[in-house]
């Protein structure tokens, strides 16, 4: 073979090794980005799927939507009101307060403070099953779920709440096995559909 062709196939090679090996870089960058982007949707997931959970739990326990009194704003906010409430607030933080301008400050704020409406018992009693079946999907869920559900059935008595809640408990048990076992054997498991 002739030195030209020997030199034109070594540089070939060399040039072709070198853009498999940018190439193999720039495929790892990518998939550490993926992997990155990956974990933050997870987390942005888990943050919407809590505060829904969170609004859910609340109408469970009998909590509904708040409003906010707007007619009392323009008098709370407004002259001297606000500047005695103001003050109030301050001696309270400082420690410093009378008990009645204490009184007063909180009589004041309680006009404009949120307002909660109650929610009815067929709304409170759906909102808990559905708790539990998320807590039986979601293992993110499970404990919110199993503490909701005790705290709710501790005023106001749940169906089926022993049983559900021992679910609770089983699934959760059953996930954390799960997260324990070998690589192996969490294969197998997938490969036969668990």
Request: with cysteine; glycine share 6%.
């Amino acid at each position: 073979m002739e030195p030209v062709v020997t030199v034109a196939v070594v540089a070939g090679s060399a040039s072709i090794a070198g853009a498999a090996i940018a190439a193999s870089f720039q495929y790892a960058s990518k998939a550490r980005e993926e992997k990155r982007l990956a974990r933050l949707a997870q987390i942005e997931a888990d943050t919407r799927i809590a505060d829904a959970f969170a609004t859910l739990m609340g109408k469970a326990h009998g909590r509904g939507q708040t409003h906010l009194s707007e007619a009392a704003l323009p008098i709370l906010f407004e002259g001297e009101l606000l500047d005695e409430t103001r003050n109030a607030l301050t001696r309270i933080v400082t420690g410093q307060s009378e008990h009645r301008a204490e009184a007063r400050a909180d009589r004041a704020l309680d006009v404009a403070t949120l307002r909660t409406v109650g929610v009815g018992k067929a709304d409170m009693d759906a909102a808990i099953q559905v708790i539990a079946q998320l807590g039986l999907k979601h293992s993110l869920l499970t404990r919110p779920a199993w503490v909701g559900l005790e705290g709710r059935n501790e005023f106001q008595p749940v169906h089926e709440c022993s049983e559900l809640v021992t679910r609770l408990k089983q699934f959760e048990s059953e996930e954390i096995m799960r997260l324990r076992r070998s690589r192996w054997s969490r294969l197998l498991s997938w490969l036969r559909g668990r």
